[in-house]
Structure formats: C-alpha cells, structure tokens
C-alpha cells in the first residue's frame, strides 16, 4: 500500500510540474510577443529618425522629419498593438476569414467576395491624388517594418493568435486601408435590411398597419437649435397623472447598424469663450475595441484622437486648429433591385434594352478542414448579384428572379481616406467643408469646429433617384424598370448643411436633420428619434456652456423613451384596486407598479426600475404584434417607441394591435400592459429571485468586450473577454444599445467605443477615453487599463504640447532609417 502511494504522489507531482512547464511555455511564447516601447529598431523607408512617445496609458506621439515618415510611425505603432485585429478585418475584407476558421465563417466569405469589396478597393488606389498615394504607402511600410521586426527578432509571431491560427502574414498594401474603411461601410449600413423587413412585413399587413411598426422618422429634423422656447415640445414624466450574428461577421442586424453623438458649441454659447465639441462614435463592442488612440506631428500641425487600426486617418480628433466628429447619417444609400432572370438562358437578365448577360466570374474560397468552395459571382448593371441566404433576400424574392445590390460604398474610385488627409491638414472649418468634396462613403454627418465657427454637413454621395421610383427605396423595386434606376449622385452643395448658426449649437444623435420631399430626401427612416430629444433639453438647459457640461451630455443616462411611455403604458394600472395579499402576483405588480412611479427615468446600473421598464417594454411589444406577425416577430427584437406611443395614443386607429385576433374577448390596451407586466415580472423572477428591491440593471446590462476569436474558447475567454456592469440603455445619450435576443437580451453589446470632447478656449484640457487599453494582446497591462475608466466615464487628457507629451513619457521608442 505504502508503495503504490508512494507512485501516485511521484505521478502527481510530476503532472504538476509538467503542467507547470506547459504554462510557463505558453506564457513565455505569448510573451514574446509583447512589445518593447523603449526600444530602437533600425528600418527600410524612412527619410529620417522618427520618435514614438508613449504616456502612462500607451498613447503614442509620433515626431518624423516628415509627414509620411510620421503616417509611417503611425503603421508601426499601430501593428505593434493591434496586429491580429489589422489582419483580421484585412481577412474579412478579402473573404478570406474561412481559411483560419472553417465552415463558421463561410457565409460572411460568400458575401464580401460577391460584393467584391477588396477588388474595388485595389482599383481605387490608382484614384488617389500622388500625396494620399504617398502617405497610404509609407503607412503601408510601417507596417511592414514592424513584420520585419517580428520575424528578425522572433517577437512571438507577433500577437499571441497567431499561435493558433496561421502564422502567415502578407504585407500591407495601400488597398489594405481602403478596403477597410469600406468594411466599415458594411458596418455602418442598414437599409438593406431595413428594406426586406419592410417588404415582408407589407406582405402580412396593410399599409397604416405598416406605418405604425415601421414608423417613418416624424418632424421637420433637429441640427441647430436656437436659445429660445426651451422646452414647450418635450413631454415630462407625470407618473400620477393618468439571433447576434457571427462576431467576425462586419454585418450587422439593421437595429444594430451604426450611432453615434456629435454636438458643437460655438464661442457665443461657450463660457470660456472658445468652440466645444463632443463625439462619441457607437460600434460594437469588443476586446480590444476597435479605436486606437494616437497622436501624429504633421506639417501642418499636430493631430490627436481616434484611429482605427488599419486606417492611417484620424476619423475624429482634433489638431491645433480645427476639431471633427462622425455620426452614420443614415442616407438611404443602398437599393436592392429585383432582377428578372431569362427563362430561357440563365446568364441573362432583363434591363430596359432587352436581356443582357450577367458579368461573371468563379471565386474559390480555401475552407479549413474542408474541401475549397467555388462560388459563381455575377453582377448587372445596378450591382452585384446577391443570393436569398444574404440578408433574408431569398423571402421576397419570386422565383425566376434573383436580387441585386445598388450601393454607394460600392464605387470603384473611392477617394474617401484622401478627403480624411485633406482634413487633417485643415486650418478651418471651410478648409474641411472643401476637402470632403473627395468623401465618398459610407455617409455621415461630420460635426466641425475651429476656433471661431461650428458646423455640419452631411458628407458622402447621396443617390439621385427618379421622381417617378416605383417603390422610392422602401422596398426592393424591380431593377428592369428605367424610373427604378439610380441615375447619378446629388451635388456635394446639396448634402444638409448647417454653419454658424444663429443659436450657437449644432448636433446630431443620428437623428433626421432635415425634412425633403422624395427623391431629394435623405432617408426616411434614421437611427434615433429618441435621444435628440433628451439632448435638445441638455444643450438648453443653459445658456453657455463648458467642457463638462458636455461630458455631462455624453454620460447622460436619462431615458426620454422611459419618461414619455410609462405613463401612457400604465396610465389605468397606478394607484388602482385595494392592497393585494402578499405573495399573489397582484402584489408583486404593486410593488413593481410602486417603484415605476418614483422613477425618473435614469437608467442606472444600481436601480432594479430600469430592468423592469426594459423587461416591460419588451413583453409589451412582443405582445402587442406576435398575433399579427407571427413567426416574422423574432426579427423586431428592439422595442420601437414610436409604435407603443403610436397605439396607446390610438393615433389613426393604431389601438387596433392591442386587441389579440385569435381571442374572442376584445382585449383593451389596459389589459395588454397589464398582462405584459406580468409577464417581465414572471421572467425577471426566474433570473434574479423574488425581491424587486434587490435588482440591479447592471446585472442584465453588462457591457460585453468579447475578444472576436479567443472569446469563445473556454478558459481562455476568461482571459480575454471584458465585462462590465453599465448604465445607459437603447434611448439614452450615454447609449448601451442591448443585443435584443438569446438567453441574455439586455447585454449591452453596441455602445461609444471611443468618447471625446475638445475645448478649444484651452485645448490641452481636452479629453478622450476608449472602452478597454491600447493594445490588444491579453497579457498587456493595456489590454484593458482605459476600460476601467470609461464604465465610470472618465477620461484621459489630450495634449498637443511636444513639451508635455516627453514630460510624461514612459517609453520612447526609435525609428532609425536603415541604408
């Protein structure tokens, strides 16, 4: 006996020590690859030494004799931290992402090589002016550089991923950035989807059914605002008074499609005296996030802010002279043309002139652990060919037909990074206004300020459409009709366009700007109609303003939607009947009912009334429409505001939805919230016990910064994944728009990546922040360090003083030119 426990122990003392051998290994190769900030590298292609300053949060300062030696410090920086992240959305752009991940990744393939996204990005290169072609290359050999680097000093592969993936890496071309900026696009974009749900949904209703769970955008549109009637049109609160998609996949459903805060104050609306400006750029959320922040000494001046890997532009920041923001615009961009295939050859297709035959070609996409798949491109004069698998298109699509695909990000000389170089180099706001002449898409509203003036304009090509449209972009129109055609782009002069107000403020939460007749609208539907609302009341509130208030603006966890629903929801429900016995779900809708009544609408991540109202709200909708809709109510997975007001207002019969058809009682809309409350009650319960007062928002609204791969892994996604208990919700200004679905439909998964606000009355007390570190290896102290202070809305300065960034500096990194 004594033997045999002798040999166990032996056995089980050296399974440890292996094991401890085995992490030390992992540990020690994933380290490689961390890189050395205080360390001089000798590379090809520069004119001259470059300097790379680090601070304390690993925010780079780049010094070059030059500005493409400074675009080239920003490749290398940028592929030192972000390596995987740069090869991965490269990989998406190419329809390439199956040869690392199999079968999983297939369809997200299929779809960028019919669109054909990297073909049109490698032709757009020879589109750029000799400068943007200058500086897309020498971003290009920084890269490079840093590859070089990896592979001659045997840095770990260079990311930790590459362990268990490919090791391979192509250089970076020029067509690299484009292409990315155009995956961007896909992000950014949701009419497509806007268009289908619409087209199946008008097959189940009739059209004033339609308007009301596909409201159009109502008013007249909100950009600037005047200091006056402050707050005649904003209902108050009166409680008393009556499935996700693929993670690597860049397409997203279209309630998920991009948002964004932007606002500028000009100097008369500015207590110090100075131009204000705040942006805060909604994506998904991931680990690491998607923004870089950075800072390049150019020619013309220094700039400082958001980047994105892969990208050698600064998509909002500041210089010296002029500060810019994004927010998606939301133009209708994008029309899906239904095409009549010939019954008698199928290569052909219908066009206004007769059958005409389809250009195409094969692409054979390498799978891992699979066969290679071939796939049949083909493309018509309105765009590519797009089959039913891609954006639920096969369930309007008649048979004999096949869908096409009309879309601005689709342009084959787009010149859209040599319009963000022109801004960069910008002294004013007309400077930028003039250089966004070259923008092609995806559009957006860029929000500007320099030291005097403030602006807005919608940049980007906006499509000219017929008078006479069949369907005006709504839903897919067939494509062989000539009024159904684009017939060109609207003039850059004609984009909304708002500089220098008399009120002093500009902004826009994604929110319609302005109000045109068909075709020389903008969209008909937007991204908010919810949030510039609560901002309207933020902005005047007061009189002037000042950097914090604006940080105030951007953290702002007011829900409008709550305020101005509750009490049309539970208007027969508060204060009504005697006290029920404690332990009967009369009770506990009571105590539920109670707490509603108190609440102000902050969507705190310490209260339990805002996971109620969004459990509510949820049950609601869901069932206010799912005997109507039926299987097709699984696609609304985000409570629409407009709708519930639109029905407990009865505006143009709309009441109609409370009444359940398959019923024989006739239900009242009284009887439906009531009902829906029970309902969130019951399922509230089964997750977070039976006392109300004890939940928290928090816990349902974490924000989840999945790492895109390693996430998924067990043991290791606890490693790599961030999560954070959050405020804010869908409506709010500090937004955390929640995934809708799945076991956990209140996970904030959409939210401002990046948060920015510049004063140019003292600039270097600008501030900006992003959601988790700068670099996006796991085992760094800055894979996550900047997260922290971002749940709780904190930010880290900006300075543009060479004096102040050394001072600070924690690591400085040299480039030295090698003969």
């Not at 971002?790 to 090698?818: F, H, N, S």
């Amino acid at each position: 006996m004594a033997l045999i426990f002798r040999w166990t122990l032996r056995l089980f003392l050296g399974l440890v020590i292996l094991a401890g051998l085995a992490l030390w290994a992992v540990y020690y190769l994933a380290g490689r690859s961390l890189p050395d900030y205080d360390g001089s590298y000798q590379v090809p292609g520069l004119t001259a030494p470059v300097e790379i300053v680090r601070n304390n949060s690993n925010l780079p300062h780049i010094f070059g004799e030059t500005d493409n030696d400074a675009y080239y410090g920003l490749g290398f920086v940028h592929a030192q931290d972000r390596l995987w992240q740069m090869t991965m959305l490269r990989r998406t752009a190419q329809g390439r992402l199956s040869e690392l991940f199999g079968e999983r990744t297939l369809e997200i393939d299929k779809l960028l090589r019919r669109l054909d996204i990297y073909g049109l990005a490698q032709r757009s290169v020879a589109a750029q002016d000799n400068e943007t072609k200058a500086a897309l290359e020498a971003y290009a050999s920084g890269v490079n550089a840093w590859l070089r680097t990896v592979n001659e000093e045997a840095l770990g592969r260079g990311a930790p991923e590459f362990f268990l993936f490919s090791p391979e890496i192509a250089p970076w071309k020029p067509a690299d950035s484009i292409a990315i900026v155009k995956v961007m696009g896909l992000q950014l974009s949701g009419h497509v989807s806007e268009e289908v749900i619409r087209a199946r949904t008008s097959l189940m209703l009739d059209e004033d059914r339609i308007k009301d769970i596909l409201p159009d955008s109502p008013g007249l549109g909100t950009a600037a605002l005047d200091y006056a009637g402050l707050f005649k049109d904003l209902p108050q609160f009166a409680a008393n008074t009556s499935p996700p998609l693929d993670p690597l996949s860049p397409v997203k459903p279209r309630e998920l499609a991009g948002a964004s805060n932007a606002f500028a104050a000009a100097p008369e609306r500015s207590a110090a005296g100075g131009t204000l400006l705040a942006n805060d750029p909604h994506l998904g959320l991931s680990a690491p996030a998607i923004w870089y922040l950075a800072r390049v000494q150019l020619q013309s001046g220094g700039v400082i802010g958001g980047t994105i890997p892969g990208m050698p532009i600064f998509l909002t920041g500041r210089s010296d002279k002029v500060g810019w923001g994004l927010t998606t615009a939301y133009v209708d961009d994008q029309d899906i043309h239904i095409e009549r295939v010939n019954p008698e050859n199928p290569d052909e297709y219908l066009t206004p002139d007769g059958y005409k035959p389809f250009r195409a070609q094969r692409s054979i996409i390498q799978v891992e652990g699979s066969d290679p798949v071939t796939i049949d491109l083909k493309w018509t004069e309105n765009g590519p060919v797009l089959p039913g698998e891609h954006f639920n298109l096969g369930t309007i699509t008649p048979p004999g037909h096949v869908a096409s695909l009309s879309w601005t990000v689709l342009t084959p000389n787009d010149t859209s990074l040599q319009a963000g170089f022109k801004m960069m180099r910008s002294q004013s706001v007309d400077d930028v206004l003039e250089a966004m002449k070259d923008y092609v898409a995806p559009a957006q509203n860029l929000t500007i300020a320099d030291q005097d003036m403030i602006a807005m304009k919608t940049i980007g090509h906006v499509p000219r459409r017929h008078p006479l449209h069949q369907s005006e972009g709504r839903i897919p129109a067939p494509g062989w009709i000539p009024e159904n055609k684009w017939r060109g782009i609207m003039p850059y002069a004609s984009n909304p366009e708002f500089r220098g107000p008399d009120g002093g403020i500009v902004g826009n939460t994604n929110n319609k700007t302005v109000s045109r007749p068909f075709p020389d609208h903008v969209s008909f539907t937007y991204g908010d109609t919810q949030r510039v609302q609560r901002w309207k009341r933020l902005m005047q509130n007061r009189q002037v303003h000042t950097r914090d208030s604006f940080i105030e603006a951007q953290l702002d966890t007011v829900s409008y939607t709550a305020r101005s629903l509750l009490p049309l929801i539970a208007a027969d429900l508060w204060f009504t009947g005697e006290a029920a016995p404690e332990g009967t779900r009369e009770r506990q809708r009571q105590r539920a009912l109670a707490l509603m009544a108190e609440w102000n609408g902050e969507m705190s991540e310490h209260l339990p009334e805002p996971l109620i109202y969004a459990a509510w709200l949820r049950a609601l909708q869901n069932r206010l429409i799912r005997d109507d809709l039926g299987p097709l109510t699984s696609e609304f997975t985000h409570v629409e505001p407009l709708f519930i007001e639109r029905v407990y207002r009865d505006v143009d019969g709309a009441a109609v939805w409370c009444d359940v058809q398959q019923s024989a009682p006739k239900e009242t809309c009284t009887d439906v919230s009531r009902a829906a409350l029970d309902d969130a009650l019951l399922w509230l319960e089964e997750r977070y016990g039976q006392t109300i007062e004890s939940w928290r928002w928090g816990d349902a609204h974490e924000a989840t910064h999945d790492h895109q791969v390693l996430g998924q892994i067990p043991i290791l996604s606890w490693i790599v994944n961030i999560r954070q208990s959050t405020s804010g919700g869908d409506n709010t200004l500090l937004r955390g728009r929640t995934k809708g679905s799945g076991e956990h439909p209140f996970h904030n998964v959409h939210a401002a990546g990046y948060r920015g606000v510049y004063d140019f009355a003292d600039p270097d007390s600008s501030v900006f922040v992003i959601s988790t570190g700068q670099s996006g290896h796991p085992l760094s102290r800055h894979y996550d360090n900047l997260g922290v202070l971002w749940r709780r809305g904190e930010y880290i300065p900006m300075t543009l003083d060479p004096q102040l960034a050394r001072a600070a500096a924690v690591g400085i990194t040299t480039l030295i030119p090698r003969n």
